[in-house]
């Protein structure tokens, strides 16, 4: 059974930065294309970026292109995300995904196998 988990969150003020990473195991980590989807109180989960196997591929949707940047270490079985220019709206429980399935990543939209229990991300204004 795939196993991931989340860290790296916390407080942070508007502007500032926050580094996400998530640790895979009981799989083979290169086998997953991987993702980050966020949730914020009242609302449905939102995608954000996903990362093919391999590393060479990244998708991001709009609202965090060119602030977050998503990456691997497949000899670490690590995923992270590195979160810039934060605003009070990117406040949400954000979660780490996998899939084994080999989509084009803008297809994970609708969603990824395995999810971890989330690490909460709170932005102040």
């Known amino acids: 059974q795939v196993q991931l988990t989340e860290s790296g969150g916390g407080l942070v003020q508007a502007g500032g930065s926050l580094s996400l990473s998530c640790v895979v195991s009981?799989?083979?980590?290169?086998?997953?294309?991987m993702g980050w989807f966020r949730q914020a109180p009242g609302k449905e989960r939102e995608f954000l970026s996903a990362?093919?196997?391999?590393?060479?591929?990244?998708f991001y949707v709009d609202s965090v292109k060119g602030r977050f940047t998503i990456s691997r270490d497949n000899a670490k079985n690590m995923v992270h995300l590195q979160m810039n220019s934060l605003k009070p709206e990117d406040t949400a429980l954000y979660y780490c995904?996998?899939?084994?399935?080999?989509?084009?990543?803008?297809?994970?939209?609708?969603?990824?196998?395995?999810y971890g229990k989330g690490t909460q991300v709170t932005v102040s204004s």
């Open positions: 990362i093919s196997r391999s590393g060479e591929k990244t």
């Open positions: 995904a996998a899939d084994p399935r080999d989509y084009g990543l803008a297809l994970y939209y609708y969603g990824m196998d395995y």
């Open positions: 009981g799989g083979t980590f290169n086998n997953y294309d």
